[in-house]
């Protein structure tokens, strides 16, 4: 997908000035796919009588570093901390990650039952969070941000179990053989493979034995096309970006109005600072 390189809120288009850059959705086996260039073998050339086992080695080791820097090392801090090493992450130009908490708003609906105590609005859900950081010594001044992000979990009503979808089944699919699943390449599956009326020409990869890291949730077929639940009721688009990034028109249908959009905080901050500092009146006296 491309960077975002807007430098001025002048330069968003509509959708985003109004709810913000659109982020993922919660991963699961269709939201957190492999990159479409993922490599599904790789080819290595030998004599036809002999095999190098020296360089058979060396490709091992060069396709394990390929991966490693594709998936999980994209930041010079995270390639120089596989040496064992350390650096500022303001050699990235990216901010410091000091603390991360993930909360469910799983339950409180605002007392009230009918229009007289709630007005518009009913079913609405408050929950109180407490997000901690511990002491930490900052070696420079800066600026720090709480950023907070709302997500439904992606829930569709015509997900289906991947197993479930497949025809012939082979030791492979169902016996969740550990030594295979940690040797075996990525397989490319397609949306007919997770979703009801799915389209078998949207392919995409996932690792050997996702389908055992994840379970897809099960809606009532009640549910489909009823207005006032938080599901996702067609498959997604074959376009990774538009599955991959949260639609907010998912879920307006939810809420009996969006001036306010679909939701909102109030927050407050107890922090303690600890200073090298004179007091006052050194600071009022000279010498």
């Not at 000035?17 to 982020?23: I, M, Q, T, V």
């Not at 511990?134 to 709302?150: D, I, K, Q, S």
Request: aromatic share 12%.
């Amino acid at each position: 997908m491309p960077d975002r390189t807007e430098a001025n809120p002048n330069e968003l288009n509509q959708d985003d000035a109004r709810y913000g850059f659109r982020c993922c959705h919660l991963k699961n086996i269709w939201t957190a796919p492999l990159p479409p260039e993922t490599e599904l073998s790789r080819q290595m050339t030998t004599s036809t009588t002999s095999i190098d086992i020296m360089g058979l080695q060396a490709a091992y080791a060069n396709l394990h570093t390929d991966q490693e820097r594709d998936y999980f090392m994209q930041r010079y801090h995270d390639v120089i901390s596989s040496f064992g090493g350390k650096t500022s992450y303001d050699a990235d130009n990216r901010p410091l990650l000091v603390m991360r908490s993930n909360l469910w708003a799983s339950g409180y609906d605002v007392d009230g039952t009918d229009q007289t105590s709630l007005g518009q609005f009913s079913g609405r859900v408050q929950q109180t969070y407490k997000h901690s950081v511990p002491r930490f010594f900052v070696p420079e001044h800066g600026t720090m941000f709480t950023l907070a992000l709302v997500r439904f979990p992606p829930t569709a009503t015509k997900e289906i179990q991947y197993l479930n979808a497949k025809g012939a089944l082979t030791y492979t699919d169902i016996a969740g053989d550990p030594v295979l699943y940690g040797n075996l390449p990525p397989r490319e599956i397609s949306m007919k493979d997770v979703f009801r009326s799915g389209d078998s020409s949207k392919k995409f990869k996932i690792a050997e034995g996702q389908w055992y890291r994840y379970a897809p949730s099960y809606v009532s077929p009640a549910y489909h096309l009823l207005e006032g639940f938080p599901f996702i009721q067609e498959p997604p688009s074959g376009d990774l970006q538009e599955r991959v990034l949260i639609r907010h028109h998912d879920y307006d249908q939810c809420f009996q109005s969006v001036q306010l959009l679909q939701w909102n905080s109030q927050v407050k901050f107890n922090v303690t600072v600890y200073r090298n500092l004179p007091t006052t009146r050194d600071s009022i006296m000279t010498s």
